[in-house]
Structures are given as C-alpha cells and as structure tokens.
DNA sequence: GCCGTTTTCGGCCCGACTGTTTTCAGTCG
C-alpha cells in the first residue's frame, strides 16, 4: 500500500539526524517523536490536514505542521532541500547507525575534509581518524564494527523467529541455578511483529553475576561480544538458519525485578510519557524502582503492577505500551479489556490437501480436537483460479462438502464447517457462483492477483455479495518482501459496516495483515474482525496466539472478534448478512 | 521544535558501558 505517511515520517527523521549533526539536540528529539507520530497514525495524514486537526495531534506544533502542509502541497519540504546542503547526504544515513554518534562524524567531518562512507571507511582503516584527539584505536575499530553490523540490525527479524530464538537463549541460561527469575523484555514482550533485537532480563545475586555473564558469552551461539559488564552485556548470535541478531542479558535485585521489567519492555516512548508524569508527581522512576525525588525513598519496584501504581496508574499490558494513548486511557480507568487465546473458539481460514495444504481433513481433525479447545473448524480450500494452489472447481468443492459430512457423522458433530478462500476476480466478482457459495457456512474472500492496481474497487465490490462474510489478508503484504496492494482501507472498513462483513487479522508470520492501527480503526469503527491462521499445515494452528497478540495491540476485546463466538453466534452474524443482502439463509 | 492545573520561557528521562581520559564525553536503549 503506498502510504505517504511513511514517506512524510522518513524525510522527518532524517530532519532529526541532521538537527543531530548540528548539535540542536532538542530540536531533534521534537522531529524524530514528530516522525514516529506521522509513521504510526493509521488514517492518512492528508485527511488530518484538510480537516484542520494537525495541530490537536500532541507532538505537532506549529513549525512541523507548515512543514507537513508544505510537503503535501508541494510533495517536499524546502527547510530540508536547505538542511541537506549543510550535512554530506552519506552521514545523513550513518547518524542513525547504532554505534556511531553524531558528534564523531562531526568532528571527522570538520578535522578531516571527509564526506562519503567510502572514504570515511578509507580514513578509519589507514589511522587518519585515530590520530584525532577523542579517538582511539579502540574507537576506530567500534566505527568500522557498526558499518558492518549496520545491515544485520536493519534485517528485522518476525516475532515468531525472534521469539523462538529468545526462547531457546532462556531455556540455555535456566541451566545456570543461579539464576532465579527470567524474562524476554523489549519488543518481543511487546508482539511488535518485527523484532530489533533480544532482550533478556534476570534476577541473580550480585556474587552470581560474573558467572552468568561468562556462561553467556561462552554460549556456542555466540558470534562476538559488543560490551561485557556485571549488570549488562550485548552479543551478536549467529543462528543455525545463518541469520544473526543482537541479545543484551541484564542482571537485576529481587526488589528492582519489576521497575526493570518495566524500563526494558518499553517502547521508548511509552517510558518517557511514564517517566514525565512521575516527573510531575515528585517522581522519579528508573530501572531500579520509583523514588521520591526529595528524599530519595524508594517506593516501589518488585512488580511491575506496584511500579504503574506507585505514580498513580493501573497495570498496562506490554501489547499496549507504545504511547499511542494508553496511558490517557490508563488516568481515566478506560483500558480495554482485551481478547485472550484462551477466548478463541475456532479457526476460520484453513486449507487442506484438496487444495494446497499438506494435511487431510481428518488429520486436521485428529490434531486440533487433540490440542486446541476449538469448537469449529472452518475449512477453506481455494477456489479455481488459483491454479498453482489445485483450487477446486464446481464439482471438486460438492464433493469436498460430501466428505466433510461424512468425517463430522464419524466424530458425531459439526466440527468441520463447510468453507472456501475464494479468488476475487480481477472485476470484483467472485471465483464461485452464488449457488455454491450459498450452500457453504463460511465464506473468505481474498484477493490474490493484480497486487500493482489500486485493489479497493474489487474487495468493495466482493464485500456486497451476500455470501462473503471475511476479506482474507485484506493488503495482501509479505512482510519484507512484497508491499501490500493500493487499497483504501478506510473505505473497506466503512463497507463492511455497512455490508456485514468481517475483516481477517491473517496470523502467517509473513502476513500478521491487517497491522494493529488498523484493527484498532475497525475496532473503533465497531466492525467485526476474524482472527485466522490460514493454516497450510499442523504447526501453523499455533500461529493462532499471534493473531490474539496482534488483535491486542490493536485494542481488541473479546467482543470484536468473531472466532470468540460460538458457532450458533457465528451463524447469526453470516444470516445477517445474507438476510440483509438478498442471500438465502444457512441451510435452507 | 514542543509543551504547560506551579511555566508562553525554560525546561526537555535516565543510567550503563566504553574509550580516552585523569574526571568525562559519547553512545545506546
């Protein structure tokens, strides 16, 4: 989806590296949290322009919004054309490399003449830069680490990898008895679906610390050490599938367990607006716990619950902690109550072998009977035009109902419900005829070509169609490989208010589509949302938790999400929607 | 550049680690 936010926030943060270079600290900081607003708002900055609402938006003043308002108008911003000629354009990239700072590149800039990367490398290799006053070899060798690791830091790696990752360093360290509480903080504990890097938080004495830090460091994983202390330590590890990601281990007290909990869980932003407000409250609070800012007197720090609590808040779940309003609802005792895996009744986006899954209906049934406490399972097998995927024709998919009635009368209930993924064809229309999709329980509707057009027009289009009740994958994007197709998601949320019509949270670790400021749009907008695995084979049923974690960040409760109901509910909101459309009920 | 039930001016989160230093600046998260 092509998203001028993004754009609008890129040019933003490079503003806020060049403030940076030129020492204008605050200046910058004021452009880089501007830069995450713009990034992080889910509607179209334009439409906050025409309706006059920049300005209520906290974090953008008046310099930054003419400065939005001229790059909408004008599609650049001329403060920055002028900015760009006062800094190299390379070290405008390199500010941001984690590892080296703005000040180094400064005084390398002014001492030594130098202004692209490849002579920058050039001066760091032959001793130029080592003979400034400030550096040393120890420095040079750190600047010329942070090129090279710039690109591993910039593959984000998916949740579901980083997780399994963090999971298996955990279970590593659990071997030390040393260590008496452990847990994966930063982003992971977020469900961010991208992941920087690891972090590992411990409870150990202080006597223990050296140990455990040596026994990290010596893990068989581990590539190279970035900084060793007794309270924190960063390695890169290298994973057997090649890929390799930063993990930072730190040690803490019992009695500072949850103000570090809290402090390393961020986001960075969250903490701030948190810290602001203890601020105001004679406050401080810090990995090491709450204190009273006259006395010193610690207050709190065991959990994270007496942390939140100490400076007046209610506990807020990590899903939620990225200051995008959290903390408002927090004061006003308004956090939702969000949808758990424990909620989830069913799956309703599945495929077997009659198209391209791996597995037989009946070994989708013996598995998840077996380990889920799934009430319905919804099998969606494509549609015809997916050649590639052996979607089913006409005749394929009646006998494919034949066969699912059998296996239900075999486990003595309806736990399979009749379903299909079907294509929405280039014109809107539907890969099956009414009288098919009509005998079917379940319908999701996807769009799987054309992902150049603008797709809004076919999926509005398919939403009026009586018999679909979820648009699958809804922009279609891979995360990291392919962007998501043009689509006006604003229009389809108002469509399927209007329509009935479920939108799908997909829980393929590629897909996690839609993204959380969207849920949250839909769940402000009341529509109803699907969360489903799309699974292709057994393991993927488990992707289900990360769908639930996604729905959370999004603000979801257990009421917006309609594989939380059961199905005779399910059936109630499909005949709705038929009823309201012209369709004929389920059934008759 | 942004923000304000102590402020429209004067603040802007806070501590660990490293390297280059003899007490601190730079950088990170």
């Not at 910058?28 to 006059?52: C, Q, S």
């Not at 090129?147 to 279970?171: C, D, F, G, P, T």
């Not at 408002?328 to 799956?347: H, Q, T, W, Y």
């Not at 393929?508 to 969360?531: F, H, K, N, S």
Request: some cysteine; hydrophobic content about 40%; proline content about 2%.
């Amino acid at each position: 989806m092509y998203n001028i936010n993004k754009d609008l926030a890129n040019i933003l943060y490079k503003m806020a590296a060049i403030y940076e270079f030129k020492d204008d600290t605050f200046r910058a900081r004021a452009y880089e949290r501007a830069a995450h607003i713009v990034e992080d708002l889910p509607d179209d900055i334009r439409n906050y322009v025409k309706e006059g609402k920049l300005l209520s938006i906290k974090g953008i003043g008046p310099g930054i919004a003419s400065k939005i308002e001229e790059y909408i108008r004008d599609g650049k911003i001329s403060k920055y054309e002028e900015l760009k000629k006062e800094v190299p354009e390379d070290f405008i990239e390199l500010i941001d490399f984690p590892g080296i700072g703005a000040k180094s590149l400064k005084k390398i800039y002014q001492e030594l003449g130098i202004t692209t990367k490849n002579e920058l490398i050039k001066a760091l290799k032959d001793g130029r830069v080592e003979q400034l006053k400030g550096f040393g070899k120890k420095k040079v060798e750190g600047m010329l680490k942070a090129i090279k690791m710039h690109e591993i830091a910039q593959r984000r790696m998916l949740l579901w990898h980083a997780l399994e990752l963090a999971n298996y360093i955990v279970e590593e360290l659990k071997q030390l008895k040393e260590i008496r509480k452990i847990e994966i903080a930063g982003s992971i504990r977020r469900r961010k679906i991208t992941i920087g890097d690891i972090d590992i938080l411990v409870v150990a004495d202080d006597n223990d610390r050296h140990k455990i830090m040596d026994f990290f460091v010596s893990l068989p994983e581990v590539k190279e050490v970035l900084v060793k202390g007794d309270k924190k330590t960063s390695v890169i590890i290298k994973t057997k599938s090649g890929r390799e990601k930063q993990v930072d281990l730190r040690i803490f007290r019992e009695d500072e367990w949850g103000a570090a909990l809290q402090y390393f869980t961020g986001s960075k932003e969250h903490n701030v607006h948190v810290r602001e407000i203890a601020k105001e409250k004679g406050l401080k609070l810090n990995e090491y716990g709450v204190f009273k800012v006259d006395t010193e007197e610690k207050i709190a720090g065991k959990t994270e619950e007496e942390v939140y609590n100490a400076i007046g808040l209610p506990y807020i779940v990590p899903e939620l902690r990225e200051d995008r309003g959290e903390i408002e609802s927090a004061i006003k005792g308004e956090l939702p109550d969000l949808v758990e895996f424990s909620d989830i009744k069913g799956d309703m986006h599945v495929h077997s072998n009659w198209s391209d899954g791996v597995n037989s209906i009946d070994e989708i049934i013996r598995f998840v009977k077996e380990k889920y406490k799934y009430e319905y399972i919804v099998i969606t097998d494509h549609s015809k035009s997916q050649r590639v995927a052996h979607g089913l024709d006409e005749n394929r998919i009646l006998e494919e109902i034949e066969e699912i009635r059998k296996l239900n009368k075999l486990i003595g209930f309806d736990f399979i419900k009749i379903g299909t993924e079907v294509d929405i064809l280039l014109d809107g229309s539907l890969d099956f005829p009414d009288e098919i999709l009509a005998k079917l329980d379940f319908v999701v509707a996807s769009v799987h070509s054309h992902f150049k057009r603008d797709n809004t027009d076919r999926i509005l289009k398919a939403m009026e169609n009586p018999y679909v009740n979820v648009i699958g994958h809804p922009t279609g994007r891979l995360i990291g490989v392919r962007e998501g197709y043009p689509v006006d998601l604003d229009a389809v949320i108002k469509k399927a208010k209007e329509t009935g019509t479920a939108l799908e949270i997909n829980c393929q670790p590629l897909r996690m589509d839609i993204e959380d400021t969207w849920i949250r749009r839909a769940v402000e907008e009341g529509i109803m949302l699907a969360i489903s695995t799309d699974s292709h084979n057994l393991g993927s049923f488990e992707y289900m938790k990360q769908g639930v974690w996604l729905a959370r960040r999004g603000w979801a409760t257990k009421k917006n999400i309609l594989n939380t109901r059961s199905w005779d509910e399910v059936l109630k909101f499909v005949n709705e929607k038929r009823k309201k459309m012209g369709g004929i009920p389920v059934g008759a």
